[in-house]
């Protein structure tokens, strides 16, 4: 199946100019037909790649041998370009069509912009990193950015100034890096913060700069076009053959939605230290171990443990008498508890300001939002936690070593601590329906036929995941014997 009449490919010397430089900033894009099975296969293939890069962007450190290592096994196992070389033509090709293919799936929401623009930008850092110093020239020449190397005999002359106004760099690594030649409006930032040497003008950027200047131009690029194809959703959503498919790609990483919360007030106050050994993520099990130590959590933290409770089940009336519970346990007064924080708490419920209904915060928003700082307990703690802290905790929560060792290498399929609670409880409860288990025995015959219809919701719903299930396990399979 053909999105027109007849395939209609570009000429060999078309491709060869296309595609000829390693690395792109996709301002252009693909004008050539291509087969729907192709584009398919294109879309779902780049999809793991991005994956890929997400996961090693959480379990190393970007740009270190493991990570690169990993990186380039799984670029190859997909038949993305991860060398350059003459070969790589129908590679780029892929590369280029493919991340057109997602700029429709990812543009829709906001959520979805800020995962897709943060993978794109962390492949492009790693893709730029193996660029030899003339071909990171020619790149930069070619997308107008007018940065050169400056000479050998100029870096000896300027060494000393080198060393002493750039961050990090000593005589020896002056030698073995290149500087460039920016003019200083371009690097606002570096001058702001003097760690560059300007002079007539210009600033002299050591190469682990100018990446990020580099970086920067191509997230503020890929935000712009990404508004732009938001504008063309509809005449594309209008294509019966497109919208299943783009749908499903964008669903691929943020899963259930958990703005709609079917359980509202059916887990209790007194469950929750208990659920929060059994079934809380680790984000939000040290959350809630560091508010009954201190009885008191930053902004940060309540939004990200208020919301992920609320998705659980607590209602507005259960929140607020939890919080005040344990903030009038140490310093807050009840009447400084409702003057101060009551407010923000039924915001978060839809019930003041705008009246948004706020949502759990995913895996996602949850490690590029608002990074903690010291004194607070919000954020990822396979992310932001340093690594032996990370062992401790693992080890003080009973984590066998084998399971610590494992954390590393493990491939994420959980995208959201919600999610992670409602598959706990699934497991615990045997397949049982969280609602119907956490009901208390003095009500169960009292609500017996209210229960016979939440039964045959659940299996309504089991029925239709597995459905959903089988169809994605025979389109990936598709995919993979393409």
Known sequence: MQFMSRQKKLLPNSHTELYGQCLQFYGQPPLENIAL???????????KLLKTVENLGVSYVKLSEQYTKKLDQESKNLNFPYRSGPSEIEKRRKDHISHFILRLAYCQTEDLRRWFIQQEVDLFR????????KQKLEFLHKNNLQYDAISVEEKKALQDKLVNSSYAVSGITVEDQDFYKVPFQDALDLVRTRKVYLKAGYVYIPHQDIVTIILNDFRTRLSKALALTARSLPAVHSDERLQPLLNHLSHAYVGQDYSIQKNVGKISLEQIDSLSGKSFPLCMRQLHQALRENHHLRHGGRMQYGLFLKGIGLSLEQALQFWRSEFIRGKVDADKFDKAYA?????????????????????????????????????????????ELLKQKLQFYKVSPSGISQVGDITFSLNHPNQYFVESQKVLGGGKDIKREMDTPQRSQENSGRGSAAAREAAAAANASQHLAEMTEELDSFFQDA
């Open 37 to 47: 099975s192709e584009f398919e296969t294109f879309a779902v293939e780049r999809l």
């Open 126 to 133: 790693y893709r730029f990193s193996y660029l030899s110093s």
């Open 343 to 387: 407010y923000s708490i039924r915001h978060m419920f839809g019930k003041e300001g705008k009246r948004t209904d706020y949502t759990p915060y995913s895996c996602m928003k949850v490690i590029l939002s608002n990074p903690p700082s010291q004194g607070d307990h919000h954020g990822c703690p396979f992310r932001h936690s340093d690594p």
